[in-house]
Nanobody, 126 residues
Framework: QVQLAESGGGLVQAGGSLRLSCAAS????????MGWFRQAPGKEREFVAA????????NYADSVKGRFTISRDNAKNTVYLQMNSLKPEDTAVYYC???????????????????WGQGTQVTVSS
């Protein structure tokens, strides 16, 4: 059983930066594709970014492309989301998720993921 714990959220002004971390325990971290999702009040959970199990491939939602960077450190069982040039519309609860897969595909679909963290709040003020 994999457990995921996000950290690093907070309140930041528009244009600022935050770095989210997601620490994994249990299971084999390097066997999992990792994703970041977010959910704003009254909206569905949406894909933000994904990274392949060894970190060689990444993909981003159009809304964050060029501003956010996903990375992972398999030695530390941790995935990161560096968020720059934050906008008020980035305000949401951010979740990390793990998908047991050796194939980098179907990473935008929440139903494909096996494990989820509890989320961390990111609030961007204008």
């Amino acid at each position: 059983q994999v457990q995921l714990a996000e950290s690093g959220g907070g309140l930041v002004q528009a244009g600022g930066s935050l770095r989210l971390s997601c620490a994994a325990s249990g299971g084999t971290f390097s066997n999992s594709l990792m994703g970041w999702f977010r959910q704003a009040p009254g909206k569905e959970r949406e894909f933000v970014a994904a990274i392949s199990r060894l970190g060689s491939m990444t993909n981003y939602a159009d809304s964050v492309k060029g501003r956010f960077t996903i990375s992972r450190d398999n030695a530390k069982n941790t995935v990161y989301l560096q968020m720059n040039s934050l906008k008020p519309e980035d305000t949401a609860v951010y979740y990390c998720a793990a998908k047991r897969s050796f194939v980098f595909s179907n990473y935008e679909n929440t139903a494909q993921y096996d494990y989820w963290g509890q989320g961390t709040q990111v609030t961007v003020s204008s």
